[in-house]
Structures are given as structure tokens and as C-alpha cells.
């Protein structure tokens, strides 16, 4: 499935409207705000259709996964957006994991626990806003181009020390940009590692680069984190190669279109996240040129100045 | 006191809701202390042991409150079992410290459960620390859990 869908149900005491964009959005909160609600409606208005006196408008089917013959009920099911509620013990198995992956279907998980085996955007984490018997459900992590954390709108943010989660391309990027420089930069080597480097790090101020698209497991504990220490601030593109696409490097017929609404693109049973449509479409639009580019070693062209200030220029509000 | 398993716990009951509809009789809801909480999380008023007024709802019988409230409920009454607490929001938190300071109880989290900046008393049973207030509890459990 791609695309973005709308979806209103309602019944005579509650409303819900919200839009689902991504094959995994994760939907947390605090207790009574009527996440279980709106997961049992969407299973009487399958179940029973109009007569369940529930409307639900979509343009995809709206069904619920549930109990422990989940994989077998899964397997007859494709092209819908499937709600699952949080009392599922499946949500946390490599086995679910392993069935999303490869899934026509889009996934709306009502869960507070971190789901590290599924690579969900720090975008799609929502929580449920009720204002009488209307809901929406509203992101939980807001940013400033990109920028997640403790800092004031405008104020350019000079870090002493730079945590990478990639081992790879990305970070030989933001480190051979810094060799001038007076910050470091280390890698993480892996996104579960990064809560335990930022414990570990002694500096004021901490930069985090991390991929957005598959952060989401991660976003809870980082964020606490940044809550009670001041200095961290999270800088969470899509990934590194959505921002040497968005740089304006690469010449490219509908890359503007592709990365204005990524959604309309992305073939969920293609790719697990964005971070890979955003990997393999950079490789393909430089194959053959000399910017061609590979995910674990970085081509060397990138740090030429011409071209990382380019890369260097969408990152907002950091002083490199 | 308050002990706090983090991370997957297969003794632990992940489904507490089951156990509460199952469990549950007219002395758990009438209960002051959990009309309390009833009224706090899900705002709503129990009027009987079987009908509770809800702000959204109207008319609902304890099987309608929030998955948050009935695992509460589960873990102030029925103390010698461990649950599943991420079945919680965090304004159950507070909750679940006043269950502890009234009595034992060991709870499942897998998930960070935000316990507001009072302090407390927490006991941390995957590293045996005592913690007692966010600052020294996020650094532990943050290890564990995300």
C-alpha cells in the first residue's frame, strides 16, 4: 500500500478524524483518552458495517488484528489499514516484526512500549487530543526543521560534541566536515546505542544525528532524557540520504514531487521504512555519475566544500 | 514499598484487563479508594457497584473504564500477583505510588513510565537499586527499557 488515507469514525458519542500516511503509526498516551474506543469500533463497524450504527469513512478497509491465532488471520489479510490494540503480547515478537515486513497493509499500533524490531518515524508517534465528543489524534514529538529537544526557535545551537547513529556514510560525512573543527564526533554505532552515549557523554552540549524514519522505539527514552538534562538537542531528518536529496545536488525529474509527499511513492510491502526508498532512489539518481553514492562508504566527492555546504546548509539552526 | 520490574517478565500478567473483568467484584469498585482513582484518571463517578457515570460515555458499567484504571484497581487488590502496569498512562502514576506507599506491590513496566518530579521510594528489582525520584531512576531503567 502507498498513499495517505483519511480516516472519520464516529458514533453517536464519539468522533474520531485523524490521517494515516506511513505503513506503521503508533498511537500512546495516557490512560482514558480513548485509544481502546476507537480500536473496538473500528472492529464492530468490519464486523457488523452500518449496522453496527458505527460510520467510518475511508478509501481502504479498516479491520483489527487481535489474539493469539494473529499470524493465521494476518496471512488473509491485505491493501488495509489494520489497527492493533496494546493487551496483543505479539506486538513485541521478531515474528510480527517479520510479518509487517514485506506487508501490502498500513499498521496503526496502540502501544506506550518501544517496538525496536519495527522501524517506525519519530513522525508517527501520536497521541489522542479529546475536546467533548470530538477527538484527533495529534503527534506526540513536535520539531523545528527537524530539531527535537531543548531549544528556543531561532537560537543557533553550537554543540561540543556530535553523536552519529550510523556507522557508515553518515558519519564519515559529519566527521569529515568537522576536522576544523573544535566539536568531535563519535558514532553510535546503532540507534539503541545512542541513550547510552548521551549517559556516557560529559559535554554541555550534545548534538544527536539520527534517522527520523526509523527512530520511533527510540524517541521515548531519548526524549525523557533531553527533558531532564539540558544541552541535547536531536537533529532527526528523514535520513542522511533524504537530506543530500533535499540539498539540491542531485538533478532529478520528480525528486521535488517525491520529496514533498514521500507517501504517494513508497510501496509499503517494497520498502520497511523510508529510510530505504530514501537509500536505494540516492544510489539509483547517482549511479553512473560522479556523486555516485554508497551507503557504507562514503564517495569522497561529498566532503568537497561545494557540496557539503549544500548538505550542510539544509541542517537549520546548527552552527557547523 | 514499590518494586518495579523492567523489561519482559513472562510471570508477569500482560494482559491485565482479562484478569480485571474476570476478578473483579462490587467491593473492588465501591472501594473509596478506587472510586478515587476512578474519578481521577477516567473521570468519571461510580454511582453503584455496577453503574458509573462517564463523561463521554454516559452510563457505563466497570467493564467500560479504561484499561488504565482496571489495572490499577488489579494491582491495589489483587497484590500478590504481577502486572503488566505499562498498561497504564502516566497519569496513573501517581496511582501506583500511593498503592505502594499502602502496601507491597511489585509491578511490570516495559515501558518509561513518567513518575512526576515529587520523590519517591522505588526499588528497581533488575539491579536491586532504590531510587527516589526521576533523575536517578531514568538512568537505570533508561538502560533497560525505552
Redesign the interface.
Known amino acids: 500500500m502507498k498513499g495517505s488515507y483519511d480516516i472519520v469514525v464516529s458514533n453517536a458519542?464519539?468522533r474520531y478524524a485523524f490521517t494515516i500516511r506511513r505503513n506503521i503509526t503508533i498511537v500512546k498516551?495516557?490512560?482514558?483518552?480513548?485509544k481502546?474506543?476507537l480500536v473496538e469500533m473500528i472492529r464492530e463497524h468490519y464486523e457488523s458495517g452500518a449496522g453496527s450504527g458505527i460510520e467510518l469513512n475511508c478509501a481502504k478497509t479498516c479491520r483489527v488484528l487481535a489474539g493469539r491465532d494473529w499470524h493465521i488471520l494476518l496471512r488473509e489479510m491485505h491493501d488495509s489499514i489494520i489497527f492493533i490494540d496494546?493487551?496483543n503480547?505479539f506486538l513485541?515478537t521478531d515474528e510480527f516484526a517479520g510479518a509487517v515486513r514485506g506487508s501490502d497493509n498500513y499498521y496503526v499500533i496502540v502501544t506506550?512500549?518501544?517496538l525496536?524490531n519495527l522501524p517506525y518515524s519519530i513522525e508517527e508517534i501520536y497521541g489522542i487530543r479529546?475536546s467533548?465528543?470530538y477527538a484527533s489524534i495529534q503527534r506526540v514529538y513536535h520539531e523545528f526543521y527537524h530539531i527535537y529537544g531543548n531549544t528556543r526557535t531561532g537560537k543557533t545551537v553550537c554543540p561540543e560534541k556530535v553523536i552519529v547513529e550510523d556507522s557508515n556514510s553518515g558519519y564519515e560525512f559529519f566527521k569529515g566536515i568537522s576536522t576544523t573543527k573544535a566539536h568531535t564526533v563519535i558514532s553510535a554505532d546503532g540507534k539503541s546505542n545512542i541513550?547510552?552515549e548521551i549517559?556516557k557523554s560529559q559535554e554541555q552540549n550534545i548534538l544527536v544525528i539520527a534517522d527520523g524514519a526509523a527512530f520511533g522505539?527510540?524517541m521515548?527514552?531519548v526524549m525523557?532524557?533531553t527533558g531532564?538534562r539540558k544541552g541535547i538537542i536531536l537533529y532527526l531528518p528523514e535520513s542522511f540520504e533524504w537530506l543530500i536529496l533535499r540539498s539540491g545536488i542531485v538533478a532529478e525529474r520528480n525528486l521535488e514531487e517525491v520529496l514533498t509527499d514521500p507517501e504517494d511513492f513508497i510501496e509499503s510491502s517494497e520498502y520497511f521504512s523510508w529510510e530505504r526508498f530514501f537509500t536505494k532512489l540516492l544510489i539509483a539518481v547517482t549511479k553512473d555519475t560522479y556523486l555516485r553514492y554508497s551507503k557504507r562508504k562514503l564517495n569522497e566527492v561529498y566532503l568537497h566544500e561545494t557540496i557539503a555546504s549544500k548538505i550542510v546548509r539544509q541542517i537549520r539552526g546548527i552552527e557547523w | 514499598m514499590l518494586s518495579i520490574f523492567y523489561g519482559d517478565m513472562p510471570q508477569a500478567i500482560y494482559n491485565p484487563v482479562v484478569y480485571f473483568k474476570n476478578r473483579y467484584t462490587d467491593e473492588w469498585i465501591m472501594d473509596e479508594f478506587s472510586r478515587e482513582m476512578i474519578r481521577d484518571v477516567d473521570r468519571s463517578e461510580v454511582l453503584g457497584p455496577r453503574v458509573i457515570d462517564s463523561p463521554v460515555l454516559g452510563g457505563i458499567t466497570p467493564r467500560e473504564l479504561s484499561g488504565g484504571v482496571k489495572t490499577l484497581m488489579a494491582i491495589y487488590k489483587a497484590p500478590d500477583q504481577i502486572f503488566n502496569a505499562s498498561a497504564c498512562g502516566d497519569n496513573c502514576a501517581k496511582w501506583i505510588l500511593k498503592i505502594g506507599e499502602k502496601q507491597d506491590v511489585t509491578i511490570n513496566l516495559r515501558h518509561l513510565m513518567d513518575f512526576g518530579e515529587e520523590t519517591f521510594v522505588i526499588k528497581i528489582l533488575n539491579t536491586g537499586q532504590i531510587v527516589h525520584n526521576m533523575d536517578e531512576l531514568l538512568p537505570v531503567a533508561g538502560m533497560i527499557v525505552r
Open positions: 458519542k464519539v498516551g495516557d490512560s482514558a483518552t480513548g481502546t474506543t496494546e493487551d503480547e513485541p506506550r512500549e518501544g525496536p479529546e467533548g465528543k541513550f547510552a549517559m522505539a527510540e521515548d527514552r525523557k532524557l531532564r
